[in-house]
């Protein structure tokens, strides 16, 4: 069992900025990071190997987010730039991969999440 705990989120500004941080109990292997908006259904937007070699974004972050960790720490960062009012949404991070790959990857543990909210 791991549990995950998000921090990190609040107010900000279109064309702001704000950091993520996922923080685990243990080792875990591959990591994501969803979002779920008000009416929409929850959607992954990114992920990342073990190493940090490997990173996956969705289309709609690509470019503005970047995703990384610290495995020293057992913590997970979302670097969130230029962020849109449509990024506004409650983000979770995700451990435990079960299948799947890239949108459709499946994980078995879950934080509590965060809540994003991004002006206009």
């Known amino acids: 069992q791991v549990q995950l705990a998000e921090s990190g989120g609040g107010l900000v500004q279109a064309g702001g900025s704000l950091r993520l941080s996922c923080a685990a109990s243990?080792?875990?292997?591959?990591m994501a990071w969803f979002r779920q908006a008000p009416g929409k259904e929850r959607e992954l937007i990114g992920a990342?190997?073990?190493?940090?070699?490997?990173?996956y974004y969705a289309d709609s972050v690509r470019g503005r987010f970047t995703i990384s960790r610290d495995n020293a720490k057992n913590t997970m960062y979302l670097q969130m730039n230029t962020l849109k009012p449509e990024d506004t949404a409650v983000y979770y991070c995700?451990?435990?991969?079960?299948?799947?790959?890239?949108?459709?990857?499946?994980?078995?543990?879950w934080g509590q999440g965060t809540q994003v909210t991004v002006s206009s």
């Open positions: 243990g080792r875990t292997v591959r």
């Open positions: 990342i190997t073990l190493s940090g070699n490997y990173t």
């Open positions: 995700a451990a435990g991969w079960v299948g799947g790959s890239g949108e459709y990857a499946k994980f078995r543990y």
